[in-house]
Every structure is written in C-alpha cells, then in structure tokens.
C-alpha cells in the first residue's frame, strides 16, 4: 500500500510569517511531488511539483525534497490571509496519483 | 485548466437507486481519473482509465464502476446508491506531467 502522510493541522500562522508543510512518503521508488491548493467548496489547484533532490522556488513557495528521508514540503513565506487553505501533498506512482490526507492552514490577519 | 467538466454539479439521490456522474474534456488526454474525498481521508482513487475502453480499479472501487465509449467523456455509475457514497467526487485528467481536476460533483444519498 502506497501511503502518503500528512500533519491535517490546523496550522496557524500570523500575516506575514513563514508556513512550513510537511509530508512524508511510503514508496521509494517516488519520483514526483506534487504540492496543491484547496479552498473550501473548491477542486484542488497545482502549485508547483518537483522531482529533484533540493529545493525548487517559485514566488512565495518553495518545495523541498529529501529523498533518502522520503520528505517533501512547502514554505510558503510572507503568508497572506489568501493563503488560508487545505493543502494536499500528492506522489506519482506510475501514472497514478496518491495524495494526502491534506493540511489545513489558517493564516491570520 | 484542462478543459474538465462535470455534470452534475450536486445531486440528491435516494438509497438503492443508480447513479451516473458525467466527466467530460475537450483536450484529448488520455488518462483519466475518478476520485473521492471525504473529511479525513482525502482524496482517494475510484476508478481510471487509461484509453477509451481501458478502465481498471482504484482503492475503493467497491459499488462504483466506470466507462469511457469516448476519450472526451469517463462515466462513473453507482450501481445502488448508499448513504456512505455520500461524498464529493471529483473527476481528473492526467496533462504535462500534472493532474488536472474538474470542479466536483456533490453527491447526497438519503
């Protein structure tokens, strides 16, 4: 069984502060990490994936990968009340995705 | 945007009665899938298919069955509703190395 793990928060940051999501996966046979964006009563949306070892930057978020520790993330830095949302980690197994179970995060103004 | 649609968008069914959700795209990929998400489980995978008449199981494909007669449409049908089908079901198509959701389809079984 392929797991995917995830800390479900809520996890509450100040405006302007740094949030940090965790998740941790099963397969090390992964290559690719998918972070997505959920509003209440909305599809997830992608925010960005990675495959490498390291981190990828884009804008506000980076992701960071760990392989050898099976652990991907996402800082999402200068957090905006925008940001409040369920954030869902996913990995690719073949052509299938396996996702979190999701974090919440409220950022508060 | 993957050009994903999904009808319906909310439905009110009764136990025991058959139920079709619609998943409809206009870019020609080839991989689709079905998938639910309930409250403390996240999003777990129905059925996909990857081609027209080429399905295969997901984890929870108990109840639950699927066609695809054309790559633009993936049907998912509840063969006798239950209440514990009760959830948000989205749709999705695999693009450029990403998964693309439609907008989901609620689904209520009294």
């Known amino acids: 069984q392929k797991e995917v793990e995830q800390n479900s928060g809520p996890l509450s940051v100040p405006e302007g502060a740094i949030a940090s999501l965790n998740c941790t996966y099963s397969?090390?046979?992964?290559?690719?990490f998918f972070w997505y964006r959920q509003y209440s009563g909305k599809s997830p949306e992608l925010i960005m994936f990675?495959?490498?070892?390291g981190d990828k930057e884009d804008g506000r978020f980076t992701a960071q990968l760990n392989k050898a520790s099976q652990y991907v993330s996402l800082l999402i830095r200068d957090s905006q009340p925008s940001d409040s949302a369920t954030y869902l980690c996913?990995?690719?197994?073949?052509?299938?995705?396996?996702f979190g179970p999701g974090t919440r995060l409220s950022v508060l103004p | 945007d993957a050009g994903i649609t999904q009808s319906p968008r909310h439905k009110v069914t009764e136990t025991g009665t058959p139920v079709t959700l619609r998943c409809h795209q206009t870019?020609?990929?080839?991989?689709m899938y079905w998938y639910r998400q309930d409250p403390g489980h996240g999003l777990r995978l129905i059925h996909y298919?990857?081609?027209?008449?080429?399905?295969d199981k997901g984890e929870v494909s108990d109840g639950y069955s699927v066609s695809r007669s054309k790559t633009e449409d993936f049907l998912l049908t509840l063969e006798s509703a239950t209440s514990s089908q009760t959830s948000v079901y989205f749709c999705?198509?695999?693009?450029?190395?990403?998964?693309?959701f439609g907008e989901g389809s609620w689904l209520t079984v009294v």
């Open positions: 996913a990995v690719l197994y073949g052509q299938n995705f396996v």
């Open positions: 397969d090390r046979g992964s290559q690719s």
């Open positions: 990675i495959y490498s070892n």
């Open positions: 870019e020609n990929h080839r991989y």
């Open positions: 298919s990857y081609g027209v008449k080429d399905t």
């Open positions: 999705a198509a695999y693009s450029g190395n990403t998964i693309y």
